[in-house]
């Protein structure tokens, strides 16, 4: 799967029950649980014991491979988040619906990649540490500046893209106002939002 070494392969199913009965979640995400997710296995595991030639990081032994069935692609994400917090481990998730495939993978937030085919994961890294942060840059599409750290590199475009989306809903709300006054006030803070923009 996903051109992992074969040495990392592994079926563990994850049953639903088990997780429910293990945590105490509320109804509600329960419910929104058995709504979006069919089935659930640890496909492989990424670690020494694995990989001998792959020593632990610092902060991470091992990295997991959760395969989830999903029962529609448009799945609520809250899902996946609550798989991520509930399971203490460093987790990527190939979510597969029909013959699509997405990766997910929760590092500050959660994060996606497009649908599409099986993609082939590569791993590099000189230790579990790196290999996992290669991991996140690969799925959320994250591009760490010179001088920035992972964290620091995915709050600064997290805030970059709220700022994007309010100057795009400022500039829908300005073409539809018909008050001349309103109209110049936002263009006016149009114009700030835009700055702040372009100095970040």
Do not use: C
């Amino acid at each position: 799967m996903l051109g992992l070494p074969k040495s990392t392969e592994l079926s563990q199913p994850l049953p639903k029950t088990r997780i429910f009965a293990k945590f105490d979640l509320r109804s509600s995400q329960k419910d929104r649980f058995d709504e979006d997710i069919s089935r659930m296995a640890i496909v492989n595991v990424i670690s020494p014991r694995t990989i001998p030639a792959l020593p632990a990081g610092e902060t991470r032994e091992s990295i997991y491979v959760v395969e989830v069935i999903l029962k529609n692609q448009d799945y609520d994400p809250r899902s996946i988040q609550l798989l991520s917090k509930l399971i203490p481990q460093s987790i990527l998730f190939v979510l597969r619906y029909e013959a699509k495939t997405q990766l997910a993978i929760f590092h500050t937030k959660l994060m996606t990649s497009p649908w599409g085919l099986e993609p082939e994961v590569v791993l590099s890294g000189l230790d579990i540490d790196a290999v996992w942060e290669n991991l996140v840059k690969m799925v959320g599409d994250v591009e760490v500046e010179e001088g920035n750290t992972l964290e620091e590199q995915i709050h600064y475009d997290e805030a970059r893209a709220k700022l994007l989306k309010r100057i795009e809903d400022l500039e829908a709300k300005s073409r539809a106002e018909k008050q001349t006054r309103r109209r110049l006030e936002m263009f006016e803070e149009l114009q700030e939002l835009k700055r702040q923009y372009g100095e970040n």
